[in-house]
C-alpha cells in the first residue's frame, strides 16, 4: 500500500511526505513578502524533519532567503543548474544543482528536474533556468513550479497520481 501526504503550506510552497521522505517545494513561511501576505499561520508539522527543498526558480516568491534560512542552512537544497552559487553564497551547505533531465536519490525516491517555461528576468535573482520536478517512489507525483504549457508537459502527465483531497484542499484554501 502506497503511502504519502500532499499538504498545501500557501503560495508554491508544498509539503510531501512519501515512502519516508519529505521534500519542501518553494517555501516562501513569510507573513508577508512584497504583495504576498499569508491568511493563517504556516503549520509547524509542515516544516519537521525535512529531507530536502526543491526550488523551481529564482523569483523572489520561490528563492526566499530568509525562508530558507528558517528551515537552517545545512538542510539540503536542489535549485536549477545556474543557481547554485547564489544560494551557496548565503551559506547553505549542502546545494545540488540540477537541469531538466538530471535525477537525484532523496532517501527511497527519484526527484528529476522537468522543463519549465517560465521568464527568469525579474530581480537580481535572474540567473538560472526555470525547473518542474517529477518526484517517483510509491506515487508519481508533478511539482511544476511557475510554467506556461510546454511541448512534453502531456507525456510528463502520463502515469500521475491525483490525490484528490490534496487537490481540494488547494482549491479550498
Same mark, same amino acid.
Given at each position: 500500500?502506497?503511502?504519502?501526504?500532499?499538504?498545501?503550506?500557501?503560495?508554491?510552497?508544498?509539503?510531501?511526505? &512519501?515512502?519516508?521522505?519529505?521534500?519542501? #517545494?518553494?517555501? !516562501?513561511?513569510? +507573513?508577508?513578502? /512584497?504583495? =504576498?501576505? %499569508? $491568511?493563517?499561520?504556516?503549520?509547524?508539522?509542515?516544516?519537521?524533519?525535512?529531507?530536502?527543498?526543491?526550488?523551481?526558480?529564482?523569483?523572489?516568491?520561490?528563492?526566499?532567503?530568509?525562508? &530558507?534560512?528558517?528551515?537552517?542552512?545545512? #538542510?539540503?537544497? !536542489?535549485?536549477? +543548474?545556474?543557481? /547554485?552559487? =547564489?544560494? %551557496? $553564497?548565503?551559506s547553505f551547505a549542502h546545494v545540488v544543482e540540477?537541469?531538466?533531465?538530471?535525477?537525484?536519490s532523496v532517501g527511497a525516491l527519484s526527484v528529476?528536474?522537468?522543463?519549465?517555461?517560465?521568464?527568469?528576468?525579474?530581480?537580481?535573482?535572474?540567473?538560472?533556468?526555470?525547473?518542474?520536478?517529477?518526484?517517483?517512489?510509491? $506515487?508519481?507525483?508533478?511539482?511544476?513550479?511557475?510554467?506556461?504549457?510546454?511541448?512534453?508537459?502531456?507525456?510528463?502527465?502520463?502515469?500521475?497520481?491525483?490525490?484528490?483531497?490534496?487537490?481540494?484542499?488547494?482549491?479550498?484554501?
Open positions: 500500500m502506497a503511502t504519502g501526504q500532499i499538504t498545501y503550506v500557501g503560495h508554491a510552497t508544498v509539503h510531501i511526505a &512519501l515512502d519516508g521522505a519529505r521534500l519542501l #517545494t518553494d517555501p !516562501v513561511l513569510r +507573513r508577508r513578502m /512584497g504583495h =504576498l501576505r %499569508r $491568511r493563517g499561520r504556516v503549520d509547524a508539522d509542515a516544516l519537521r524533519g525535512i529531507d530536502t527543498i526543491l526550488i523551481s526558480h529564482a523569483h523572489y516568491d520561490h528563492l526566499d532567503i530568509p525562508s &530558507l534560512e528558517r528551515l537552517g542552512r545545512v #538542510t539540503p537544497i !536542489v535549485v536549477p +543548474r545556474g543557481l /547554485g552559487a =547564489l544560494v %551557496r $553564497r548565503r540540477l537541469e531538466a533531465g538530471e535525477t537525484i528529476t528536474a522537468t522543463v519549465a517555461e517560465h521568464g527568469g528576468s525579474r530581480g537580481p535573482f535572474s540567473s538560472g533556468r526555470a525547473v518542474g520536478y517529477l518526484v517517483e517512489g510509491s $506515487r508519481r507525483i508533478y511539482f511544476a513550479g511557475d510554467t506556461d504549457l510546454f511541448p512534453g508537459m502531456a507525456e510528463l502527465g502520463e502515469g500521475l497520481d491525483a490525490w484528490e483531497e490534496a487537490l481540494a484542499a488547494v482549491l479550498d484554501s
